[in-house]
T-cell receptor
Framework: DVKVTQSSRYLVKRTGEKVFLECVQDMDHENMFWYRQDPGLGLRLIYFSYDVKMKEKGDIPEGYSVSREKKERFSLILESASTNQTSMYLC??????????????FGPGTRLTVT | KNQVEQSPQSLIILEGKNCTLQ??????????LRWYKQDTGRGPVSLTIMTFSENTKSNGRYTATLDADTKQSSLHITASQLSDSASYICVVSVYSNDYKLSFGAGTTVTVRA
């Protein structure tokens, strides 16, 4: 079974703090993704990475950065947390398009509260 | 703009009953459509995935249909169980760019005994 794990299930941070969210996958997938999920909205893509040290902006990258130093690990960084970044953050991974019908596998999510 | 609209926003059904969830999309060009189930506090888990040429796909008590001409999909839950209580999310991908997915806001299903 594909396993995607996230470092924290719940996180409370103060405004202005630097926040790191970690994601690890164990299936040797090339692609990894960070989404945020807010009530009444669909998942929105923040960043994705298709290879080590490679990244592309998603739909809402402002206020976020990412790091992928190893294939299995993808980190989301909030440089200076703000209250409007309070949300559920979901990590996902997938193999290259063309294999396994490109299924995305999601982690359990991190519920971040910024006070 | 590619959009995915789901209805109803939420519904409550009695255990053992059937229900149908709707998904309309404007994504073009279309590649595939997926339905995910998301339990409270968990990440989404895939139920079905359908390409342009498939108009129905089943996974146990879940049956998804796709009409690519009208850009509509439905998810039918048969003989609902308490464990079916979850959010169901319709997701559509654009041809040649499977990195970019368009997500619906989801339908929250509550199954009551």
């Amino acid at each position: 079974d594909v396993k995607v794990t996230q470092s924290s299930r719940y996180l409370v941070k103060r405004t202005g703090e630097k926040v790191f969210l970690e994601c690890v996958q164990d299936m040797d997938h090339e692609n990894m993704f960070w989404y945020r999920q807010d009530p009444g909205l669909g998942l929105r893509l923040i960043y994705f990475s298709y290879d080590v040290k490679m990244k592309e902006k998603g739909d809402i990258p402002e206020g976020y950065s990412v790091s992928r130093e190893k294939k299995e690990r993808f980190s989301l960084i909030l440089e200076s947390a703000s209250t409007n970044q309070t949300s559920m953050y979901l990590c996902a991974s997938s193999s290259t398009p063309g294999r396994a019908r490109y299924e995305q596998y999601f982690g359990p999510g991190t519920r971040l509260t910024v006070t | 703009k590619n959009q995915v609209e789901q209805s109803p926003q939420s519904l409550i059904i009695l255990e053992g009953k059937n229900c149908t969830l709707q998904c309309n999309y404007t994504v073009s060009p279309f590649s595939n459509l997926r339905w995910y189930k998301q339990d409270t506090g968990r990440g989404p888990v895939s139920l079905t995935i359908m390409t342009f040429s498939e108009n129905t796909k089943s996974n146990g008590r879940y049956t998804a249909t796709l009409d690519a001409d009208t850009k509509q999909s439905s998810l039918h839950i048969t003989a609902s169980q308490l464990s079916d209580s979850a959010s169901y999310i319709c997701v559509v991908s654009v041809y040649s760019n499977d990195y970019k997915l368009s997500f619906g806001a989801g339908t929250t299903v509550t199954v009551r005994a």
